[in-house]
Structure formats: C-alpha cells, structure tokens
C-alpha cells in the first residue's frame, strides 16, 4: 500500500507530499454529500491501520528541501488514525524547515487526545460546512455521535490556543449551505475563531452524491454576506467565466475594503480599463499586497492601517 502521493504544487499551501493515513479504504466519521470517495458507512476508528514506521519509511524516500508542507489526509478522516501523535512526533525528527500540515474535518477536536495533538502541527485546516444541525447532517452525513454544537465550541476553542497557522474551510453545496440564513449563522460562528485564512469552496470533483456546487459568481456574492473582517478567500474557480466589470478608483478601494481580493479574482471580475487603474493604485501605494498563508491579496493601505490600530488596542 503507498501511503505517499505527490508532490502536488497547490495555491493555498505550496509544495505539498501527501501522507495517507487509510490508504486500503475509506474510513471516516462522515458521508459527505460531496465527496470524490463512493459513499461509506460511518464509523469513529480505524479498523484497518498502517504503522508509523511504514510511513516514515515511505516518507524518507520521497522527502526534500523543495517540499514546503508534509499534508497529513486519508481516505477518509485522518485523525481517526490511532498512532498520530507517535507519527507527528516521528515527523518532526525528519523534516526540517519543512511544515507539518492536517486536513481534517473538525469533529474530532472533541476528543482530548486529539485536541492535543493537533496543536503540535506547524498547519491545520478545519473543514466547517454548516452551523445548523439539519444543513449539517445533510451535507456531512456524520456518525450519529457527532453534534455540530460542540465541534463549533472546540474548533473555537483550539483557534484560541493554537500557535500555527490555522486555515478553515467553508464547501458550498447548491441549495443547503448557501442560504443567507445559513451564511449568517457560519459568520457568527467565524467571527469567534482565530483563523489565519478562511477558504470559500465548492464541489469540483464527481460527488459521491447527485448534488452540484455554485459558481464562481455566487461564491464572490457569498464572500461579501461576511463581515470585511474576516479573511474570506474564494478557492475554487469552477465555472468561473469572467465577469469583466468596470470599477472606478473608488470602486475598486471600496471592493477591496469589503474583501481584499487575489490576482486571480482580479482577473475574474476587473475589465482591462479596472486593471490599470488598480495599477495605478498599487504604484500610488493606495494598494498594497499582503501575504496570507501561500497566497498574495491585495487591500488598501487605509485597511492596513485600520487594523494596525485595532491591533494595538
């Protein structure tokens, strides 16, 4: 069995080796309305396991200076592997400058072990659908002993501890999580998380279910439902046709205000007219360029500013 893929260069975190924690079959504590794996009955453990020392072996042969992230996944949840901890430790002995990263769905922050465990990783990302617990159950389809309420609390609660960079996760499904109702709710909730970036997704791969994503369009539309606060980053691009809109100066300050914006946005949404005028902001310094995560954004300097001040405060 490999249990390690890649490197696969990826926008929002660099050079990344994947480490698959079930590399034999799915095992994971939801049913995702959106995933590329076949629907799987849930379950709260791993039953068929590799060891740490298979993987580290693995890893030594495939790891190098030009790798900027070792991501832990699997075939379905990754922190249900039993010996993470031993492998994180394991990992931490071999990989220099190079970051430790999770993709996780969240739920099982619940758990102790886990909660600690998680804070010895240089990234995590949490995955966090819906707040409500019938939007919940329909796109994530969890195990029966997992309540959105308290994965909420503890994905709140380990924001406010963690010391490395956090990355949440929104995936929007047509019709369920999209609703301004349900946006709202996921903007109440994030307001009280301490995230690095928040990625706005959508489905982009054959879903194990017969359920479609948004455009880009309506992710941009969703973005500005969240408070300017918040460092919202639209992800997917699919069915991104460009917009090819004409914004004045003030058009474009206020735009970025709202939600500071990536090249690829900009590309997206600003006719060449727009362009060159968000060139002559960016010369004049009313634009600069701030580095989140792997990803550049553009914002203007009075934002900046305002929060430098908030910041002292």
Known sequence: MKTIFGPINSRRFGSSLGVDLSPALKQCNFDCLYCELAPTPTVVAQTNTVTVKQIINDLKKHLSEKIDVITLTANGEPTLYPHLSELIDAIDAIKNKTETLILTNSATLVDENVFNTLLKLDQVKLSLDAISDDI???????????????VVKKVQEFSRVYKGKLFMEILFVHGLNDTKE????????LLEINATRIDLGTIDRPPAYPVVGISYKELYEASLMFESSLPIHIASRVHAEPNNSEYSEEDILNTLDKR???????????????KNRLETLLKEDKVLKKTVGNLEFLLPDTNIKRKFKKSLK
Do not use: C, G, Q
């Open 136 to 150: 919940f159950k329909k796109i994530d389809r969890p195990h029966k002993s997992i309540k959105v309420d308290e």
């Open 182 to 189: 349900e946006i709202a709710k996921l903007n109440s909730a």
């Open 260 to 274: 500071p914006l990536t090249m690829d946005d900009i590309n997206l949404l600003f006719d060449e007219t727009s």
